[in-house]
């Protein structure tokens, strides 16, 4: 029963998750809060997991969250079932794609989508500082200092232009590095 849970839950987030692995977010933490598959916290380490390996954040969260769930044929099944929307979506446009894109009731639909997929990240951005900031500890809610002030800090050096320039696995590298320094 789990693999068909799986692959309708994959399925759904594959279909209506427009706009990249960020906009996967707001559908993963509904399942943390349907399922016993993984924890808010675990979802939060699953998008660092996903940033810092190659590949799609989506596909990679995808398969973590499968295993966490089915162990290896839950992430095969999970991936399977979020890319399956998509590539079938891409092999009919592909195959209209003269007629899609000069069409102007398609181009409105996604003028219209974007504004949804702006609102989607902008949750899910939320909830990750949210999850990432903020500490429950015996029924008292408090600021992690010092992980927001490292991210104060990254928000400022991503201000100067040379430093913009870097690559972000160099940036999480970084992250890594103070991490482990400063045991956050």
């Known amino acids: 029963m789990t693999y068909l849970i799986l692959v309708y839950e994959f399925f759904k987030i594959g ?54 769930a089915a162990g290896i044929p839950g992430a095969i099944l999970a991936t399977l079932s979020l890319v ?13 794609l003269e007629n899609f894109s000069k069409n102007q009731t398609v181009q409105s639909i996604f003028y219209g989508i974007r504004p949804a997929v702006a609102g989607l990240i902008a949750v899910a951005v939320y909830e990750l ?14 600021l992690r200092i010092p992980v927001a002030i490292m991210c104060l800090v990254v928000l400022v050096l991503l201000q100067v232009k040379q430093l913009k320039k870097l690559h972000p696995g160099i940036w999480l590298l970084g992250a890594a590095i103070v991490g482990v320094v400063l045991r956050l």
Request: glycine share 8%; proline share 5%.
């Open 129 to 142: 500082l949210r999850i990432s900031l903020i500490v429950m500890q015996n029924g008292k809610t408090s």
């Open 15 to 68: 279909l209506f998750a427009i706009g990249g692995g960020s906009a996967t977010l707001p559908f993963l933490m509904n399942l943390t809060e349907k399922y016993d598959w993984f924890t808010a916290t675990q979802l939060t380490d699953l998008v660092a997991i996903s940033e810092s390996t190659p590949g799609p954040l989506g596909v990679n969260m995808a398969t973590f969250a499968g295993y966490h």
């Open 84 to 96: 399956f929307p998509s590539v079938v979506i891409i092999l009919i446009i592909a195959k209209f």
